[in-house]
């Protein structure tokens, strides 16, 4: 049986894998040999038409080069407050992407975390007329100065950032767009 951990991991990718597929973008999860930071790529995804020998019009999709990476954590060790999620990153990942953020010209990078409720057996719920992933994903792009703490950094997402299609694609747009760099 997998660790706890394992699975909290895949449930993060399971909903990630949902939200891009209904968002209608292209979606790499631990294609790298090696992650040293980056769990996934969403690929914002483009129609060029084209004539054929013919001179008839044909659409062609292809990856517009404009990508939004991120690092993805899970977790049942999250706090609720009125208008955003607390939760306690490491320190590590936190200082990494704070890096990212103030690197120019970088590929943009951020965080999604997957909460889930305390209860395991309330993760996910599955019958013949649904599939039901509890709690949700929610993303954060971390801006600022490296700490020094020795374990962890409190963040607070604001909950207006769920991690939904309309999300994913707004936030390429803003890559495409060089509002979010």
Known sequence: ??????IQEDLSRAYIQAVAARAGVNLSLGAQAHDYGVDGVFHQVTIRTQTDGQGKPRRR??????????????SKDWHDEPDAIVYDLEVKAYNDLVQR???RNATPLI???????????????LTEHQLLLR?????HRLTGYETD???????RIPKVQML???AVTTL?????????Q
Request: hydrophobic share 35%; charged share 20%; aromatic share 10%.
């Open 149 to 155: 703490n020795q374990e962890s950094k409190r963040i």
């Open 61 to 74: 999709r292809l990856n517009s080069g404009f990508n939004l990476e991120f690092q993805c954590k899970a």
């Open 111 to 125: 965080l999604i975390l997957m909460c889930l409720p305390t209860d395991e057996a309330d993760w996910l719920y």
């Open 172 to 180: 390429l747009t803003q890559v495409e767009q060089g509002l979010l």
């Open 101 to 103: 953020s103030a690197t």
């Open 1 to 6: 049986m997998l660790t706890t951990q394992h």
């Open 164 to 166: 939904d299609p309309m």
């Open 135 to 139: 709690k949700c994903c929610y993303w």
